[in-house]
């Protein structure tokens, strides 16, 4: 899958989209990038715990699997932004942030469309 070009349409998709990214399991953004404009909230390495974080929760999902079936995406919303979760092949992760008022249910809906396309 061409990661670059799924962020890219994912940040064209909603104007309400500060970032679309995808990570690897060391947590690092490998692709993607933020809104321009939009002003950093976590410093570089903020972003790379909170997606350490991120990485073990979808562990511990994987983990019960088995039971509730495959985890399609989490969705958190913060005092100041909306953060999607997805997980995709090879370990990695999908990380896409919002603003506040953001349709996320429609964010989300879009993204998966362009997941199995």
């Not at 002003?39 to 350490?52: C, H």
């Not at 994987?62 to 100041?80: C, D, F, Q, S, W």
């Not at 999908?94 to 349709?103: F, G, N, P, R």
Request: net charge neutral; aromatic share 4%; glycine share 8%.
């Amino acid at each position: 899958m061409d990661y670059d070009a799924l962020c890219k349409q994912i940040m064209e998709s909603d104007q309400n989209v500060r970032f679309a990214g995808v990570c690897n399991e060391t947590g690092e953004i490998i692709c993607g990038g933020q809104r321009e404009g939009i002003e950093n909230i976590l410093s570089r390495e903020e972003t790379r715990r909170s997606n350490l974080q991120a990485l073990a929760r979808w562990g511990l999902r994987n983990a019960l699997a088995p039971r509730t079936g495959r985890g399609k995406y989490a969705m958190a919303e913060y005092e100041k932004i909306k953060r999607i979760t997805i997980p995709l092949e090879d370990a990695h992760l999908l990380l896409v942030s919002t603003e506040v008022e953001a349709d996320h249910g429609k964010i989300i809906n879009n993204i998966l469309k362009l997941l199995k396309a």
